[in-house]
């Protein structure tokens, strides 16, 4: 687990840096920015869903999951939830934003076989090696993101320990589970996911990609199915 508090631990550094440096720059400055970091994020969902080698897999998890998601509208309950919880000391409409950079951050930071290996790998072997490398990389995804969407990234360090914690203590359990198509799978249709995000922050779609996040769970199922089909 101290690999995993390591990787918290600096993505709060990342994101406080970031946040700091939010303060002192311009809106226009800022709005650039925002539209860059949008630009990255597009070519981080092409360059991991087009290594997709079951297109199958992926359309049923999407329209499957996407479906859920819609059916039990998660998009509109988590930005309520997120505008009665920053009311008080926000705006009209920080909420969304807030909810929107948590969503974000987490999948940036927490999507890709690098998540799922280096933790059962910290788990099973007790090889940190990845997980180390992994957090170089959050604190400045953090410290990017900070300056960029605001306090809401913060929430992405909370999700890192739970999420990557979880696979560390239950990797002797979870390790059948998670086969290389499986990890593959996942990280696609997360590339997949973070694409949308990235088309979203540079204005040209307005998805509500919260709705497809049930995709990520779907994905196993399917496979599972598949399988047993043969």
Known sequence: MFAVIVNTVVIIIGTTVGLLFRRGIPKEISDIVMQALGL??????????????????MIIACVMGAGLGEAMDWDGHINRFAERLTSRWSGA??????????????????VGAMVIVGSLNAGLAADFTMLYTKSLLDMVSGAVMGAAMGIGVMGSAVFTLLFQGA?????????PFLSRDVIAEVSCTGCLLILAIGLNMIGLTKIKVLNYLPALAVVPVVLFIMNCIG
């Open 40 to 57: 990255c994020t597009v070519i981080i969902g092409v360059q991991g869903a087009i290594a997709e080698q079951n297109i199958l897999v």
């Open 167 to 175: 696979i560390v203590l239950g990797a002797e359990w979870l390790a």
């Open 93 to 110: 409409g920080e909420g969304a934003k807030i909810a929107n950079a948590f969503v974000t951050s987490c999948l940036i930071m927490n």
